[in-house]
Nanobody
């Protein structure tokens, strides 16, 4: 069982940076792959980034490559998403999710564990 709580969202100007965090409870966190997803108003939730349980593998949607970095600290049961060079189109509610398999995050289907989301707003 994993419980996830996101934090760190806010309002930032275009070109700025923001780091969102996802704190997890439960010893199982260290064996879970983690992912970040986002949902903009009127749009479906989309995959943003994934990280394996060890942190050795990461994957990003093309639209954020080179701007966003996913990382994790298993000692702190926390996964991060560092967002640089933010654009207005990055505005969304950002969610973290957990899955036993890295491939599960990439499939983005049937994920059992989700956080409540944190709002990120990028002004132009």
């Amino acid at each position: 069982q994993v419980q996830l709580v996101e934090s760190g969202g806010g309002l930032v100007q275009a070109g700025g940076s923001l780091r969102v965090s996802c704190a997890a409870s439960g010893r199982a966190f260290r064996s879970y792959a983690m992912g970040w997803f986002r949902q903009a108003p009127g749009k479906e939730r989309e995959f943003v980034a994934a990280i394996s349980w060890s942190g050795g593998s990461t994957y990003y949607v093309d639209s954020v490559k080179g701007r966003f970095t996913i990382s994790r600290d298993n000692a702190k049961n926390t996964v991060y998403l560092q967002m640089n060079s933010l654009k207005p189109e990055d505005t969304a509610v950002y969610y973290c999710a957990a899955d036993p398999a890295f491939s599960g995050i990439l499939r983005s289907a049937g994920l059992q564990y989700w956080g409540q989301g944190t709002q990120v707003t990028v002004s132009s």
